[in-house]
């Protein structure tokens, strides 16, 4: 055609790299707190101390990660979730962060849309 220049195929390497993790899959575990001092602490403080002990674990080979947490601090009730190995390092963490758990259930399914 004229006035249009053809473009050649050419072959072009990839600069797409499949990303993964090194953690094996993990459980989803919810983790309650029914103790008003807690609640009142504030949310900010509570996840900074628990992301902290997760962290801290996940270096020491316990794979596990603070997904989210919500505080209800009118029910002085306060929730989160971790994907973890297990529940004992579910457990560490809330100890490490100074927040014993309440009840951890083991195997729950969440969605953030």
């Known amino acids: 055609m004229p006035g249009k220049t053809l473009l050649r195929a ?13 953690d094996p899959p993990q459980k989803c575990f919810l983790t309650e707190w029914y103790q008003p001092a807690l ?3 504030g949310i900010d403080d509570v996840v900074a101390a628990l992301g902290e002990a ?8 316990h794979p596990i990660r603070l997904l989210v947490a919500v505080n ?7 929730y ?9 390092a579910v457990t560490q963490a ?3 962060a100074g927040c014993p758990a309440d009840r ?3 195997g729950i399914q969440t969605r953030i849309p």
């Open 104 to 106: 951890i259930t083991s």
């Open 39 to 41: 609640a009142r602490r």
């Open 72 to 78: 209800a601090p009118t029910d002085q009730v306060l």
């Open 80 to 88: 989160s979730v971790f994907a973890a190995e297990s529940a004992d």
């Open 94 to 96: 809330c100890l490490r």
């Open 10 to 22: 050419t072959r072009r390497r990839s600069n797409v790299q499949t990303v993964t993790s090194p």
């Open 54 to 61: 997760a962290t801290h674990l996940h270096h020491q080979g």
